[in-house]
């Protein structure tokens, strides 16, 4: 589903990815870990093609498809979402009105016409029940004044409406209690299908007991020194990144 091959990324002139590659197929869930600044958010915010980075070497493909040959909104369309793809306040723009857009968007892409306002709704609130969400949320303007844990489940929320291929998450967990990351656990699992891949970067292997990953990635200094199942995060956990470091330059 996912290819990427020997990544080389730039971000204002120094050097990011070095050397980058991951193979993801459909069904799969991946979690990316490692130290602060490893490169694990550019490696996302590059797949989805955020502006400001500069790709100098290597591949990324999406079913077979050149995904660096692609606008970003061209990406979106084919399948591949990044939450938070909004991560900024969108002043005086409704949840509501920003989730109808994008949904309709990728609708038309896939020769769809627009989903009728009460199928709209009934969409919206079931997943805003699942998300254990008040359906405030949707007259709120985009990310204005919620909290980190109330962005993350709308980051979730935006999945389950958008039903992208390829979700990618960036530190979901981050700033969510126990409660809400159950929340946000049991909405990033339902997500799950055959057809559908996840990739996620997280910092706590606490995650990976709600959400099973098949894939455990050690990201460090740019490229994947080390992947594995489960176990790999439990080992992190417990012995830090140190030892992956010094066995991957040894
Ligand atoms: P991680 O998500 O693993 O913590 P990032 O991908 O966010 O790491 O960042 C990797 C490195 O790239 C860091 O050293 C960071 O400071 C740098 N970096 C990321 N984005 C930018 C940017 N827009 N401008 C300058 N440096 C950046
Ligand atoms: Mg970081
Ligand atoms: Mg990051």
Redesign the pocket.
């Given at each position: 589903m996912l290819e990427v091959k020997d990544l080389h990324v730039c971000?204002?002139g120094?050097k990011?990815l070095k050397g980058l590659s991951l193979t993801i197929l459909p069904g799969e869930v991946h979690a990316i870990m490692?130290?602060?600044?490893?490169?694990?958010?550019?490696?996302s915010?590059v797949i989805a093609g955020k502006q400001?980075y500069e790709v100098t070497a290597g591949t990324i493909t999406f079913e077979g498809r050149d995904v660096l040959d692609m606008e970003i909104e061209e990406r979106a369309q084919a399948g591949l979402l990044m939450g938070f793809q909004y991560p900024v306040e969108i002043p005086g723009v409704k949840n509501i009105y920003l989730l109808k857009a994008a949904l309709n968007a990728s609708r038309e892409a896939r020769g769809e016409s627009e989903i009728p306002a009460p199928e709209f709704m009934k969409l919206v609130k079931e997943k805003l029940a699942f998300m254990k969400m008040d359906s405030s949320f949707l007259q709120r303007a985009v990310n204005e004044g919620f909290s980190g844990g109330e962005k993350k489940r709308n980051e979730i929320l935006q999945m389950l409406i958008l039903e992208p291929k390829l979700a990618m998450l960036?530190e979901i967990d981050s700033g969510l209690d126990i409660d809400a990351m159950k929340i946000v656990a049991d909405g990033v699992n339902s997500l799950r299908n055959a057809d559908r891949a996840i990739l996620m970067?997280t910092h706590y292997q606490r995650l990976l007991d709600y959400i099973i990953p098949d894939k455990v990635h050690v990201?460090v200094g740019g490229r994947i020194v080390k992947s594995g199942d489960k176990n790999l995060a439990l080992e992190l956990e417990s012995r830090g990144y140190e030892w992956v470091v010094e066995e991957s330059a040894a």
């Open positions: 971000v204002e120094s990011i490692g130290p602060n600044g490893a490169g694990k958010s550019t490696l915010a400001g960036d970067v990201l």
